[in-house]
């Protein structure tokens, strides 16, 4: 594993096993024992084919093995191949239904709290909080979402346009302008953070955002790994982390508190004072754990799933230069109507029909997400099988993405396959989920990544990468170039 964080704040050598051995030891320390209890118990049940693999490690190393890979579908293909597309296996300490297929989508994605409700590793909840939106249920679910939904809708979008935008235009201007060669991932990973940096919480220092960056990929890197708080583990040192993280936003907290209460600021300005604004129906605002737990959340969420697919789809576009013409041609179509230092607006990203095909197709053939898991709250009966109350399940976009069935030549880049009037089968093409746990920043990212290809076309006449066959793994997720993706910049005259 690379050393992450290397350039910032905190300096984080790796000095444990990486990630899929702790999950292992995690499983061995024995989490599955209700497992165990629990599928003997109910032998008697109609239980999935599948294989539940070694005692308490059940298959954790093969499912990350395969996600850490070039070929990260391999874990679910090998096994729709072996037992059909509901399998049962055992991950990361517990028996785990694997749903593969648009029917296995829709049961889990439409289902949220009648049959299933979200479910993580436990390291995973202990860091990123269990007040988040991505942990809490039913009505608590419901609140978060609509105190998230203020910031990240697409009426509030449109006014943060004009800020990414600068963000956008500086980063081109400072890193990469009058460069005959870059390395696109770490570049991108600094861009995306800033982003986030400025539009969750107005920071425009550098220095705090290479310390706040350094900070989430020390809680990154913990996230991962076996949740044993004490001295020398990856974990504690992410606990740290997040300890730090929330001692710098709860200053900004109550900096902003003072500036709202006294009227220099008005609410709508960016997450903070949207989160710090909010009342549910009741009146009632949200706690202080809450705020911090979605700004760790939101971090997290908005970060590496973002930084894949705008480091990717350059890739593509660069070896498939029919798609690239196309996608300048209606880029160049929008600056020509625009005077000497206009930006886009919103109403100029709706005429990026084509642009917006190619980022798509990118999300399918390099899912940045591989699905999620969510627990069984009642026994289900699916396919003639019975998921027991208490497994896990888990949905997956590797099971529809890349395969022949649904989607013709999945090899290849082919952004038409998106065009209107071209309608995909249900729960076919599902980068961001469905139903109320759908991504709540899919809108965000569309527009970052639609602002991404505008801001390079409108500076780059062109790309070559400079070795096409560079390894696309994750480690363990989102996929990306393991050598962070050199290529020379033909400069736009
Ligand atoms: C291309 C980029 C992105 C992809 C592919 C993506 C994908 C996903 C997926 C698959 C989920 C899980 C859905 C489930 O549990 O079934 C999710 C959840 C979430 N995402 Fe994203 N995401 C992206 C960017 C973002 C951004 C930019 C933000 C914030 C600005 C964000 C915020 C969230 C949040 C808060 C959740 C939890 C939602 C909930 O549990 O209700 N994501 N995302």
């Keep these: 594993m690379d050393t992450i964080g290397a350039n910032f704040g905190e300096v984080i050598q790796p000095e444990y096993s990486p990630a899929i051995i702790s999950l292992a030891l995690a499983a061995f320390l024995g989490i599955v024992i209700f497992s165990i209890f629990s599928y003997n118990r109910r032998s008697s049940v109609n239980l999935p084919p599948g294989n539940l693999g070694l005692p308490f490690i059940g298959e954790t190393i093969q499912f990350l093995g395969a996600l850490q890979s070039e070929k990260p579908h391999t874990f679910f293909d090998e096994r729709v191949k072996k037992f059909g597309k509901v399998f049962k296996t055992s991950l990361i300490g517990d028996p ?10 829709r049961l889990v994605l439409s289902n949220e709290d009648k049959l299933v409700q979200s479910a993580g590793p436990k390291s995973f909840l202990k860091l990123f909080g269990e007040d988040s939106v991505a942990a809490k249920r039913e009505e608590g679910h419901r609140i978060l979402r609509s105190a998230l939904g203020r910031f990240l809708g697409p009426q509030a979008l449109q006014n943060y346009i004009g800020k990414m935008n600068s963000e956008m235009q500086r980063h081109f201007d400072e890193k990469w302008k009058g460069k005959d060669e870059v390395k696109v991932l770490p570049l991108v990973r600094g861009l995306i953070f800033s982003i986030a940096t400025s539009l969750f919480f107005n920071i425009n220092d550098d220095r705090q955002r290479e310390q706040l960056h350094g900070l989430l990929d020390t809680i990154l890197v913990g996230s991962m790994t076996i949740p044993l708080n004490i001295p020398g583990t990856l974990f504690r040192k992410a606990v740290k ?107 100029d990203l709706k005429a990026m029909p084509y642009t917006w095909q190619a980022i798509q197709e990118t999300l399918r053939m390099y899912p940045p997400a591989f699905g999620m898991f969510r627990r069984a709250i009642t026994d289900i009966h699916f396919e003639g099988y019975t998921i027991p109350k208490g497994w896990a399940i888990v949905w997956t976009t590797y099971s529809t993405n890349g395969r022949e069935e649904y989607f013709n030549e999945p090899d290849k880049f082919k952004p038409s396959r998106f065009e209107e009037g071209k309608p995909l089968d249900p729960y076919t093409f599902i980068p961001f989920g469905a139903g109320v746990r759908i991504c709540a920043g899919w809108e965000f990212a569309k527009t970052e990544l639609l602002l991404f290809v505008h801001h390079f076309v409108k500076n780059f006449s062109g790309c070559i990468v400079i070795d096409p066959n560079e390894k696309i793994s994750g480690d363990p997720f989102p996929p990306l170039p393991t050598s962070g993706q050199r290529m020379k910049l033909i400069p736009r005259s």
């Design 241 to 347: 982390a997040r300890a730090k993280l929330d001692e710098i936003l709860f200053a900004l907290i109550e900096s902003r508190r003072r500036e709202l209460r006294s009227g220099l600021n008005s609410g709508n300005q960016d997450l903070l004072s949207s989160l710090l604004t909010f009342k549910d129906e009741k009146g009632i605002p949200l706690t202080d754990k809450e705020i911090l737990d979605n700004f760790s959340v939101m971090l997290h969420a908005s970060y590496d799933t973002t930084v894949s697919p705008t480091v990717l789809i350059l890739k593509l576009l660069a070896s498939n230069p029919e798609s690239y013409e196309k996608v300048v041609q209606e880029q160049l179509g929008i600056l020509a109507g625009k005077k000497e230092g206009e930006e886009v607006n919103w109403k």
């Design 96 to 105: 785990t239904v694997v749903l593969c297929g648009p029917a296995g989508n």
